[in-house]
């Protein structure tokens, strides 16, 4: 079996004045948030996944959302650049996390932007959302890094939703699910494209074989993937919901 790790990142005491775009900022619970968070560390862990936790950022109220900081593909890392400056402080943590996982590391360059929110990978095909943080140099650059690997790299339109995969994400058959209100043009995926009830339905993690984690704030979704002959974990992210967070921001999943 493949070594199924994850790198995770805890939430710091300025959770609440993190960075929101499309939503209204909404009061935070901080200490629900910690224990929401090390439900989702045991989630994964009970999953059999090994968690690798990155030092805290005090002065990141974003930090926790691990997931924008760095993509990895194959044996490569790409640090990101992220859209908001406010966030570029969480870039030597994530640096020293994959580098000490022994990946190669690479990263976006100025003028590009990217989060690795934006990137949704499935099946050598990687897509990127455009229109938010993430701007063209920053597609562009994650294209020369990806495409040596055997990378497909295709940038999607994106108005609705803070980043890609707040609007879509992959189940393990390759189909792509999304709450259609927020998804800008599902025609992009043609008839692979699977509509969801709700919108945190449309996010999902990957745990191995026919396992997936996603929000218990999404019950009819979590039906529907069952009758399709998932098994879903559902954990309770309510806090990180607020600061536009889902549960895949909340680690990066290693696999080699």
Sequence with gaps: MLARNAL??????????????????????VDLAR??????VDALEDSG??????????????????EDAVVVYGDLAVLTRPGTPTRLGEISGAEEAVAAQGYRVTRIEAPGTLDGGDVLKHGGIVWVG????TNAEGLEQLRAHLEPLGAEVIGVPLTKVLHLKSAVTALPDGSVV?????????????DLFLPVPEEAGSHVVLLGDDRILMSASAPQSAELFRARGLDVVTVDISEFEKMEGCVTCLSVRLRG
């Design 8 to 29: 995770v990142r805890p939430p710091v005491a300025s959770l609440a004045e993190g960075e929101i775009t499309h939503i209204e900022r909404q009061p935070i619970d």
């Design 35 to 40: 224990r929401q968070w090390q439900d989702y």
């Design 178 to 190: 999304g709450y259609e209100p927020l998804v800008d043009d599902p025609s992009v995926w043609g």
């Design 130 to 133: 455009q229109g938010g943080r």
């Design 49 to 66: 996944w090994t968690t690798f936790e990155v030092a805290p950022a005090p002065d990141c109220p974003d930090s926790v959302f691990i």
